[in-house]
């Protein structure tokens, strides 16, 4: 068994609530990011789903430290993250990379496409000589299905897919063993969503890069990931292989979440159950020591206002529920 490329355990994130316009003072803090633990192994896409506000992007911020956790450990490659400082964390970039959701904003505009691509090359100081680097801009952006005379264009020549094959390119000028997608493809229509997912299918079977897919569509996730953590409240309450959690969900967030998902089949979506939750994922102090999904829960009983139910394992696949009832939504 080797060990995960990315190790995340305990992770947590609190921002600070500021008062008062002179003299601005700290009145309490909301946590984004409460106690997150999660591996990721070389090769492998885990999916990373939930509603928006539920932390997901906070945590890839925090794995890279483009945001600084308040508490935890992150370890990537076996190096600690969180331990290096700015010249140790430069190099560790090289290595792990993010992709955003917007190409629109992820793109500066003054910038020609040579000089997008290029200026990880530059920083980094991967290639010696102009040539070395526009011969390297060429072979990243036919990697990624453009051609070299997309090089001295800018970003506004381009429709949203192309915009983002830019920022792979980007992405990828660095050779990085981890990407981190952030919502890559939910600003794209249908037809460049999946040229967008089979490129980045393509270049993780040749190139061997592990993926954190962040997304809240459901149906993206199924189709690029191996497994899947759902999260809640800036925790994770389900955790499983794609077929197993798809198949199989325990957790009654996870339950309604996939009960919400259109299916290709009139008949059967005509006829199969809806799981409707009431009220909103709201962050609340009362929450604290209890299970954070209770008061939207179907089957929440008194236990779940006492303690907070553990993220463990139901069985061998390590198909893990932070539930006390896992699967009593589907049998009710």
């Known amino acids: 068994m080797t060990s995960p490329l990315l190790e995340v355990r305990d992770v947590r994130k609190a921002f600070p609530i500021v008062r008062g316009h002179s003299l601005r003072r700290s009145v309490g803090s909301i946590t984004a990011v409460d106690g997150v633990s999660l591996t990721l192994g070389t090769g492998e896409t885990l999916g990373l789903v939930g509603e928006s506000g539920c932390g997901k992007s906070t945590l890839a911020r925090c794995i890279l430290r483009l945001i600084e956790p308040t508490a935890g450990q992150i370890e990537f490659d076996g190096r600690d993250v969180l331990a290096c400082d700015k010249r ?6 090289r290595d792990m990379q993010i992709i955003f ?3 629109y904003a992820s793109l500066n505009p003054r910038m020609r496409v040579e000089q997008l691509v290029a200026e990880p090359l530059v920083v980094h100081e991967i290639t010696a000589t102009r040539r070395e680097t526009r011969a390297r801009v060429t072979e990243l952006l036919q990697l990624v299905g453009l051609a070299e005379e ?3 264009r800018y970003p506004h020549s381009f429709s949203g897919g192309q915009r983002q094959r830019i920022g792979i390119a980007r992405a990828l000028a660095t050779s990085p063993k981890l990407l981190i997608l952030d919502e890559p ?7 460049s969503r999946a040229q967008i997912l089979a490129l980045l299918e393509g270049l993780q079977a040749r190139l061997g890069l592990s993926y954190l897919f962040v997304s809240h569509d459901l149906s993206v996730v199924r189709y690029i990931s191996q497994r899947v953590a759902v999260m809640y409240l800036g925790k994770i309450v389900e955790l499983a292989t794609r077929d197993a959690l798809f198949h199989h969900p325990q957790h009654p967030y996870t339950q309604a979440l996939l009960s919400a998902v259109p299916l290709p089949d009139p008949e059967h979506e005509r006829h199969r159950r809806r799981i409707r939750l ?3 994922a709201t962050p609340d102090v009362s929450i604290i020591g209890s299970c954070r999904f209770r008061t939207r829960c179907p089957v929440a009983r008194q236990v779940c206002a006492e303690s907070e139910p553990p993220l463990e394992s139901a069985d061998a696949s390590g198909h893990a529920a932070a539930c006390y009832f896992p699967g009593t939504l589907h049998r009710t």
Do not use: F, I, N
């Open 150 to 152: 997309h090089a001295d």
């Open 278 to 280: 009431k009220g909103e």
């Open 101 to 103: 959701q917007d190409p």
């Open 185 to 191: 493809v939910s600003a794209l229509d249908v037809s």
């Open 88 to 93: 140790e964390l430069r190099r560790l970039r």
